[in-house]
């Protein structure tokens, strides 16, 4: 097992364009997680899947971003019209099935995304 | 989401233990204590956590105290490779609470 891969590790687009980062979680693990950070700060959330299905949004995740899992494996997350607000960090995670506030997330090493 | 206050950075000499404070004053009964770690360049790894005893594992020991408003990471001999964020985070043991809500941690710089 790999852990948690994500594609691509760095994005460089301009203002206005579509970006799409990918996320590989760890095969057995159900839950999929999506975050967002930017320099000097944690790690803040932005969706959670369980299978494929989408349970919850942060209020962080406007109208241009959507996040899917089609077939409860891979998910992607696409940043519409993007703004240089949306540097960042993208950070996937996944855990398996577990009693809620005991398993752990593995995360994976990141998208970074400048937009110019 | 109950909250977690640590100190914004820390030093500590190589191969010499390393006491992390977390303090979580509005923790409630079925809060986990989870501690994660964010090395360079790299996503948050696992740590440890608890929920009321002590726990050891290979990486750390999490101290808990006994009305669980607070906790200390324990690295037993700091290397160099342990510098990084630090982060003590709660997360609620019931259903449908699933995210865990990381704060700005604590830096630990490892003086060689």
């Known amino acids: 097992d790999t852990g948690v891969s994500q594609d691509p590790r760095h994005k460089i687009t301009k203002r206005g364009q579509n970006v799409t980062f990918r996320c590989d979680p760890i095969?057995?693990?159900?839950?999929l997680y999506w975050y967002r950070q930017t320099l000097g700060q944690g790690p803040e959330f932005l969706t959670y899947f369980q299978n494929e299905a989408q349970l919850e949004k942060s209020r962080l995740l406007s109208d241009r971003f959507s996040a899917e899992r089609p077939k409860g494996s891979f998910s992607t997350l696409e940043i519409q019209r993007t703004e240089q607000g949306d540097s960042a960090m993208y950070l996937c995670?996944?855990?398996?099935?577990?009693?809620?506030?005991?398993?752990?997330?593995?995360f994976g090493a990141g998208s970074r995304l400048t937009v110019l | 989401d109950a909250k977690t206050t640590q100190p914004n950075s820390m030093e500590s000499n190589e191969e010499e233990p390393v006491h992390l404070p977390c303090n979580h004053s509005?923790?409630?009964?079925?809060?986990?204590i989870h501690w994660y770690r964010q090395l360079p360049s790299q996503g948050p790894e696992y740590v440890i956590h608890g929920l009321t005893s002590n726990v050891n594992n290979r990486m750390a020991s999490l101290a808990i105290a006994e009305d669980r408003k607070s906790s200390t990471l324990i690295l037993h001999r700091a290397t160099l490779r342990d510098a990084a964020v630090y982060y003590c985070i709660l997360r609620d043991t019931n259903f449908g609470n699933e995210k865990l809500t990381f704060g700005t941690g604590t830096r630990l710089t490892i003086i060689p």
């Open positions: 095969s057995e693990h159900n839950r």
């Open positions: 995670a996944s855990s398996s099935r577990g009693r809620t506030g005991a398993n752990v997330l593995t």
């Open positions: 509005t923790i409630s009964g079925t809060d986990y």
